[in-house]
Each structure stands twice: as C-alpha cells, then as structure tokens.
C-alpha cells in the first residue's frame, strides 16, 4: 500500500482523483459542452468556476492522465484539452449520476435532459459516444457517416431551451443524425 493513499480501495482511490467539487464538472463540460480551451470552460460554466480554480484543476486532470493539454496550431498564447482513455471510460459514470440526479434532486428541465437521453439510450448509447469522444480527442478512426451522438444530445438541449420538449427517447429520434469530426477538431455548444 502507498502512504501517499488513505487506502486501497477502489472507490477511496476513485475520490482521491474526481471527489473534490470541480474536477468532474470540467470533464463534463469537456464531454458533453466539446469545450477545449480554458476560456471556454471559463465563460460557459453553469456553476461559475473562478478562473484559480480550473487552472488548478486542468492542471490536476492533465497530472492525473485524464486530460491531454497540447499548443494550440490557431493560436499560440492558447491551448486544446482533450479526454483521455480514461476520462472517456467515465461516460457511464456520468450516465448513472444524471439518472440519479434526476430521480432524487429539484433538477431543471433543460440540464436534464442530456441525461435523461442517456439514461433510456443505455449501454448502447454510452459505448456509440465514447467512441465520438475517441475520435474528437484521441484520433481514432469511426465509418464515414457515423451519426454524432454530442450533436443529438445538443439538439435535444436546445429544443429544451427554446420550449420544444422532444416526445422520443433518443434511442428512437427522427432528429437527423449529424456525422462525427476527426479528433482535434474544437466547437462551442452547450
């Protein structure tokens, strides 16, 4: 056993990484929000991060292997955050959490429902995603045509936002699927 760690447990070793109050809302913000620049997860935080605050969690998140910070080739003074692997694979944590959340806590309809098309899309759904986020953030190659989970789930936010709720589940959506963009590549959407 590491003296560095309370214990060896897996859920302690868990919290020792994710357990503070940020660092899951900027993997989330990164996730969902394809927010890859520190100004963007600055400027777009719902909860209002104070800019201390993400730099020191970015910088815990790239020394804990689940984020990438590489110069950015648009702008020199700038820099991408990408997933890892690692923070990929906490996409189904995310899932359960937002399910819970929504059973049990006061949420709002439009920050809802990204989760609730998680939850019904279910296991099926969270593998089609972290393959996007492979491709967005690690490079890997996905079918030509491969429609882009993140932009239904950001449809489905956006017809929250503008008062046009969505009857289906996103398993059985008639939103036309977007195709998914190569790794690198950086947009702004909630």
Excluded at 94 to 116: D, K
């Amino acid at each position: 056993m590491d003296d560095a760690h309370r214990s060896g447990c897996p859920i302690n070793l868990t919290l020792e990484v994710l357990g503070d109050r940020w660092s899951l809302l900027v993997i989330r913000d990164i996730m969902f929000g394809n927010r890859r620049h520190f100004r963007e997860l600055l400027q777009h935080s719902e909860e209002r991060i104070a800019s201390n605050i993400l730099a020191d969690r970015l910088r815990r998140l790239v020394d804990r292997g689940l984020l990438t910070r590489e110069a950015d080739p648009t702008h020199k003074q700038k820099a991408i955050y990408s997933l890892t692997e690692m923070a990929i694979q906490l996409v189904p944590i995310f899932a359960h959490m937002g399910a819970w959340g929504r059973r049990h806590l006061p949420v709002s309809e439009e920050l809802s429902i990204r989760a609730e098309h998680l939850e019904t899309g279910g296991a099926e759904l969270w593998e089609e995603f972290m393959d996007e986020l492979r491709a967005k953030h690690c490079g890997k190659k996905l079918p030509a045509g491969t429609p882009s989970v993140l932009a239904r789930l950001t449809e489905a936010y956006l017809d929250v936002v503008a008062g046009n709720r969505p009857d289906q589940s996103l398993r059985n959506t008639t939103l036309a699927p977007q195709p998914v963009t190569s790794a690198r590549k950086t947009e702004s959407k909630p």
